[in-house]
């Protein structure tokens, strides 16, 4: 018996050594110290040792127990520690390897000159809207006073959807103004960029789809002079202090009176060039008193509320504000152009 047990820890131990996994020890543990192992079943023939000889085996016996369980113990401890080991050489960080540099777009200039106007107007009180480009001839024309055979509805300028004429991209933000009446509590100030669509071939100042931000203001006792000193407030901001604005008696349907309002053009200071062909002066945009008959259609009193509106072309507002000279430039997305901004 005493070989026996020799040779179960010699076998044992050598085992115990090649372990490579946890799992492993714990098998090893149970084939040689379990309740059915090797070990057990020896002592079970304890019996038919004499007298003198079971205290000698029995101790021989705890002996190998005892080493054993060390050893695998032990044996387990080695094993986690390579373990962690390989782990942190996997997940080591080298802190000195050179970062990957990551390309940041910017803001486009027609985009910055709107927030630059969004912000201004945003502290005034105005509320900034989106709506629909797809848009019913009814809301772009006929609530803004605009009646069937007005020349603005032709067909050679206008994208109609339908052969009834009711459906079209819209040709100017102005049907944001009947969007907010019917939407919008009075007092009302609302701001409204976006795409608009007419049938113009390209060229240095024209595209089909170009940007205008519509402004209105719905209030008691709102005049021309708030008018004016709105927009040169927003000229001034945009283009700097002491820009001259000059202001042009004009016709839209849903303005009464109407006008346009010139920039001094920044290239000649007012006596003519090739930037405002020759004029001194560079068109921005057109305002005007809301009609009284488009606050009527919209169920408002002119009696009682009056206001303003003004649209506002975004390219060439761009244009003016960071000297570009084709408008072409403002859609092509040449990174050439687009990064000296
Ligand atoms: N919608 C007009 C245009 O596109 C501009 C405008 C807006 C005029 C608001 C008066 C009031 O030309």
Request: with cysteine.
């Amino acid at each position: 018996m005493k070989e026996q047990l020799e040779k179960i820890k010699q076998e044992a131990l050598s085992a115990l050594i090649g372990a490579k996994e946890s799992a492993e020890l714990e098998a090893l543990r149970v084939k040689y110290l379990g309740k059915k192992g090797e070990l057990t079943a020896v002592l079970k023939q304890m019996g038919k040792l004499s007298a003198e000889e079971r205290p000698v085996i029995g101790q021989l016996a705890n002996d190998v127990r005892e080493k054993l369980t060390a050893e695998i113990e032990a044996q387990k401890k080695k094993l986690e520690e390579v373990r962690l080991e390989a782990r942190l050489k996997a997940e080591a960080l080298d802190v000195t390897i050179p970062g990957k540099s990551q390309k940041l777009g910017h803001r486009h200039p027609m985009y910055i000159a709107l927030d630059e106007i969004k912000d201004l107007f945003v502290g005034m009180g105005f509320t900034s809207l989106d709506g629909p480009e797809v848009e019913l001839a009814y809301y772009n024309f006929d609530r803004l006073n605009a009646e069937e055979g007005h020349p603005s509805r032709d067909w050679s300028d206008t994208f109609y959807f339908d052969e009834s004429s009711r459906v079209m991209l819209r040709s100017q933000t102005s049907p944001m103004q009947v969007h907010a009446m019917e939407t919008k509590p009075l007092p009302i100030r609302i701001l409204a960029p976006g795409r608009v669509y007419r049938k113009d071939e390209v060229d240095a100042t024209h595209s089909p789809m170009f940007h205008q931000v519509e402004g209105m203001v719905i209030d008691k006792g709102v005049t021309m002079a708030d008018l004016k000193g709105t927009l040169n407030t927003l000229a001034e901001s945009l283009f700097g202090e002491g820009t001259v604005t000059r202001f042009r008696p004009h016709h839209f349907p849903f303005t009464e009176p109407s006008c346009e309002m010139d920039v001094q053009c920044h290239k000649c200071g007012g006596a003519g060039c090739p930037t405002c062909k020759g004029e001194g002066w560079i068109e921005l945009l057109g305002a005007g008193m809301i009609h009284p008959k488009v606050l009527e259609m919209s169920g408002i009193d002119p009696e009682e509320w009056s206001g303003w509106a003004f649209g506002m072309g975004l390219e060439r507002t761009a244009m003016r504000r960071f000297k570009i000279a084709d408008l072409r430039l403002i859609f092509e997305n040449d990174v050439r152009f687009l990064e000296q901004f």
